[in-house]
């Protein structure tokens, strides 16, 4: 979300709670001029008996249902106020988390963001909340290894479907077969491409985890060999993403831009990315 965004929306909400309180302003005037009638009626003579009964419920009824306007007003002057005190929070926040980087070059550790407006306005609760749970451990590895936190987030999206789609235990959300691996393996079903393009299915042992902080730690061993030393040198996102499929990541012949389009961008991934 660029400034332009936040302050369009910080001004939406600034004039939908001046309009709201104006209504409201209105509303109490006019019930100001219908309790002046109510009094000049009542003291005519002519309204006397059942008509002055019949005419004081009249009133009391439009004035009950002015009370109740009026109330409702400020119940929606009082959310939108409240709203734009979140919006602010959150923004500020998420400004502080962008420029977080201490002077031995580290990133302060987050729990992540809850709203979805900060990751995407239309994403999923699950993408969301995957997004927020592999972030502590994204910054973590930022801090060891220099691989940025949009990468890995992103990568762990792309090859998990945000956590949907994981093989064995769950927990391999970055897709790592088992080469090399001496630990527990899980086999599955993948697709694979061609120089071409040409998609084909194979069935593949894949690394097994226990838990998705040992995932992240492997993820960050893997990106540590010398054919990715331009992933962690990377000064931005796009040339990180480009990076890891020229060091033979995945097969994909789009892959790195699927990363940086489809998920960085598209899920604002590089907001917890260093200022470099």
């Given at each position: 979300?660029n400034?332009e965004?936040i302050?369009?929306k910080?001004?939406d909400l600034t ?12 509303v109490?005037?006019?019930k ?6 109510q009094?000049?009626?009542s003291?005519?003579d ?18 009950a249902k002015?009370?109740l306007t009026?109330?409702?007003f400020?119940?929606?002057?009082s959310?939108?106020t ?5 919006y602010?929070g ?9 420029l977080?980087i201490k002077?031995?070059?580290k990133l302060a550790i987050?729990e992540g963001l809850?709203?979805?407006p900060?990751?995407?306005p239309?994403?999923e609760q699950?993408?969301?909340d ?9 910054l973590?590895?930022y801090n060891e290894?220099?691989?940025l936190p949009?990468?890995t987030i992103?990568q762990?999206?792309k090859?998990?479907?945000?956590g949907q789609?994981r093989p ?6 970055f ?7 001496k ?5 599955a079903?993948t ?5 071409s393009g040409?998609?084909y ?6 690394r ?5 902080e ?8 893997v990106l540590s060999?010398?054919r990715?030393?331009?992933?962690r040198?990377?000064k931005?996102?796009k040339?990180?993403?480009h990076a890891?499929k ?5 097969t ?10 489809d998920?960085?961008?598209a899920y604002n991934?590089n ?6």
């Open positions: 979300m400034n965004d302050n369009v910080y001004d004039t939908g709670t001046m309009t709201i309180d104006k209504l409201k302003t209105n109490e005037t006019y100001g001029k219908f309790i002046s009638y009094e000049s009626i003291g005519e002519v309204f006397a008996g059942p008509l002055a009964e019949s005419a004081k419920e009249g009133f009391t009824g439009v004035l002015i009370d009026t109330e409702n400020t119940t929606i002057s959310y939108l409240q709203a734009r005190s979140n602010e959150a923004d500020s926040n998420a400004k502080a988390l962008y977080s002077e031995d070059g987050t809850s709203g979805g900060y990751v995407n239309n994403a699950y993408q969301v995957f997004i927020n749970k592999i972030l502590p451990s994204a973590a590895l290894k220099g691989i949009s990468l992103a762990a999206c090859e998990s479907a945000f789609a064995g235990s769950g927990y391999n959300v897709g790592i077969k088992a080469s090399g691996w630990g527990k393996t899980a086999n079903r697709g694979e491409q061609t120089a040409s998609t299915y194979i069935n593949a042992d894949f097994d985890y226990d838990t998705l040992a995932a992240v730690h492997d993820y960050g061993e060999l010398p990715y030393d331009a992933v040198n990377a931005d996102y040339e990180a993403a890891v020229a060091g033979g990541y995945a994909g012949v789009n892959y790195d831009n699927s990363l940086i389009t998920y960085i961008e991934l907001q917890w990315d260093p200022v470099k």
